[in-house]
């Protein structure tokens, strides 16, 4: 899947342990429903051809990490915005929606549910940062850290979005509130550039030095 493939001249398509320039023009797109209604997503046909192919084996293998990275990174910053933004409209209408003669947000138990949300936001933030600052470097521990930042930056854009909704009560599931549409797009954003079972596993390589998963935990190489 793509989004917003429906704009794009080209695009670049792996295929094996080859990467392909496909011309906008030769591909069939076919519009996909998406949890998020603003994001345009399309599932992409085509048959790229021999001349058709830009890179492969390891020259592929190391163009496609980075893209991963860069993109991976794009999305933890964006749900790091995202889960803010979530907490902010739930702090100003906590601020004004009052219940038993004074606001909402003067309740001690919605207080700690955004303050719980606030807390993990700054925690994922400057780990999105680091991972920004050292994307250059195209190594395992910069692979670490972005791995790190984007499952931080989802984490806290679930807590944050889901929190949000609950403060706004049922006027968080209506349309004529955007609460529900940042839990969307924060749900939309957790599964792009890798899910949580893929950032976990690159993670725990940095961690523990070797490659991780069923076709290498019995191997000698993994063994050590």
Known sequence: FAADADTAGALLAARGDDVFLCDAADLAL???ESIDPFRRLFSIASRPCVSMAIADAAEARGALDAALDRGATFAAAQLVGIAQRAVDLAVAYAKERQQFGKPIGSYQAVKHLLATAQVRIEFARPVVYAA???LAQGDVFSRARVSHARL????AAD???RTAVQVHGAMGYSWEVDVHFFLKRALALSSWWGDAV???RRVA???FGRPLGPDTTFAAEARG
Do not use: T
């Open 159 to 161: 807590l944050a979005c």
């Open 152 to 155: 931080a930056a989802a984490e």
């Open 205 to 207: 390589e940095r961690a």
């Open 198 to 200: 893929f950032h976990r």
């Open 30 to 32: 076919e519009r996909q």
């Open 132 to 134: 920004a600052a050292q």
